[in-house]
Protein backbone atom coordinates (compact mmCIF):
# COMPACT_ATOMS: atom_id res chain seq x y z
CA UNK A 1 0.00 0.00 0.00
CA UNK A 2 1.25 3.30 -0.93
CA UNK A 3 2.13 5.90 2.03
CA UNK A 4 -0.50 9.37 1.78
CA UNK A 5 0.38 12.06 3.24
CA UNK A 6 -1.62 14.79 4.66
CA UNK A 7 -2.53 17.93 3.04
CA UNK A 8 -4.00 20.76 4.62
CA UNK A 9 -4.92 24.77 3.82
CA UNK A 10 -6.83 27.97 4.78
CA UNK A 11 -9.84 28.98 2.74
CA UNK A 12 -11.33 32.33 2.86
CA UNK A 13 -15.16 32.18 4.44
CA UNK A 14 -16.85 32.53 1.60
CA UNK A 15 -15.10 29.56 -0.68
CA UNK A 16 -15.43 27.66 2.66
CA UNK A 17 -19.52 28.21 2.48
CA UNK A 18 -19.86 27.66 -0.87
CA UNK A 19 -17.89 24.86 -0.07
CA UNK A 20 -20.23 23.66 2.60
CA UNK A 21 -23.45 24.54 0.41
CA UNK A 22 -21.95 21.55 -2.07
CA UNK A 23 -21.33 19.73 0.57
CA UNK A 24 -24.57 19.71 1.61
CA UNK A 25 -26.26 19.16 -1.50
CA UNK A 26 -24.56 15.67 -1.68
CA UNK A 27 -26.23 13.79 1.24
CA UNK A 28 -23.58 12.34 3.48
CA UNK A 29 -20.68 14.26 2.27
CA UNK A 30 -18.69 16.37 4.37
CA UNK A 31 -17.02 19.37 3.45
CA UNK A 32 -13.64 18.33 3.51
CA UNK A 33 -14.26 15.18 1.96
CA UNK A 34 -15.46 16.79 -1.17
CA UNK A 35 -13.00 18.99 -0.74
CA UNK A 36 -10.33 16.47 -1.06
CA UNK A 37 -12.61 14.73 -3.94
CA UNK A 38 -12.47 18.24 -6.28
CA UNK A 39 -8.25 17.83 -6.07
CA UNK A 40 -8.10 14.37 -6.86
CA UNK A 41 -10.30 15.29 -9.77
CA UNK A 42 -8.48 18.61 -10.90
CA UNK A 43 -5.22 16.97 -10.62
CA UNK A 44 -6.21 14.06 -12.32
CA UNK A 45 -7.72 16.02 -15.35
CA UNK A 46 -4.69 18.22 -15.51
CA UNK A 47 -2.52 15.14 -16.43
CA UNK A 48 -4.98 13.52 -19.15
CA UNK A 49 -5.29 16.88 -20.32
CA UNK A 50 -1.58 17.27 -21.15
CA UNK A 51 -1.80 13.78 -22.39
CA UNK A 52 -4.54 14.62 -24.60
CA UNK A 53 -2.12 17.70 -26.17
CA UNK A 54 0.88 15.29 -26.74
CA UNK A 55 -1.32 13.05 -28.62
CA UNK A 56 -2.51 15.81 -30.53
CA UNK A 57 0.93 17.66 -31.28
CA UNK A 58 2.42 13.92 -31.97
CA UNK A 59 -1.03 13.19 -34.72
CA UNK A 60 -0.05 16.49 -35.96
CA UNK A 61 3.41 16.36 -36.35
CA UNK A 62 2.96 12.93 -38.22
CA UNK A 63 0.28 14.40 -40.84
CA UNK A 64 3.16 16.90 -41.58
CA UNK A 65 5.78 14.52 -42.27
CA UNK A 66 2.84 12.99 -44.28
CA UNK A 67 2.74 15.50 -46.38
CA UNK A 68 6.69 15.71 -46.44
CA UNK A 69 7.34 12.70 -47.81
CA UNK A 70 4.14 13.36 -50.37
CA UNK A 71 6.30 16.49 -51.72
CA UNK A 72 9.19 14.95 -51.72
CA UNK A 73 8.23 11.82 -53.59
CA UNK A 74 6.36 13.90 -56.11
CA UNK A 75 9.77 15.88 -56.67
CA UNK A 76 12.02 12.75 -56.94
CA UNK A 77 9.37 11.11 -59.56
CA UNK A 78 9.82 14.13 -61.68
CA UNK A 79 13.38 14.88 -61.17
CA UNK A 80 14.34 11.84 -61.49
CA UNK A 81 13.17 10.85 -64.81
CA UNK A 82 10.72 8.10 -63.45
CA UNK A 83 7.50 10.07 -64.14
CA UNK A 84 7.22 12.69 -66.46
CA UNK A 85 3.73 13.90 -66.77
CA UNK A 86 3.23 15.86 -63.34
CA UNK A 87 -0.63 13.94 -63.40
CA UNK A 88 0.59 10.80 -63.84
CA UNK A 89 3.26 11.75 -60.80
CA UNK A 90 0.36 13.11 -59.05
CA UNK A 91 -1.88 10.06 -59.56
CA UNK A 92 1.00 7.34 -58.78
CA UNK A 93 0.77 9.11 -55.25
CA UNK A 94 -2.51 9.20 -54.87
CA UNK A 95 -2.49 5.31 -55.28
CA UNK A 96 0.51 4.42 -53.50
CA UNK A 97 0.55 7.00 -50.57
CA UNK A 98 -2.88 8.23 -50.11
CA UNK A 99 -5.03 5.56 -50.41
CA UNK A 100 -8.79 5.23 -52.36
CA UNK A 101 -10.61 7.46 -49.39
CA UNK A 102 -8.19 10.03 -49.47
CA UNK A 103 -7.43 9.59 -53.42
CA UNK A 104 -11.74 10.48 -53.79
CA UNK A 105 -11.35 13.74 -51.88
CA UNK A 106 -7.75 14.55 -53.12
Same mark, same amino acid.
Given at each position: *? #? #? *???? #?? &??????? =? !? %???? =?????? @???? $???? !?? $???? %??????????? =????????? +? +???????? /???? @? @? %? *? =??????? +???????? &?? *??????? !?? /?
Amino acid at each position: *M #S #S *MATV #SF &KLDDALY =A !E %LQEL =AGQRTG @LSAN $ILCR !EI $IIDH %LKDAGRERVCS =ALTKIEQDL +Q +QLHKDAIT /GTYV @L @L %L *M =AGKLTDR +QEAKAWIA &KN *MLGPALE !EN /G
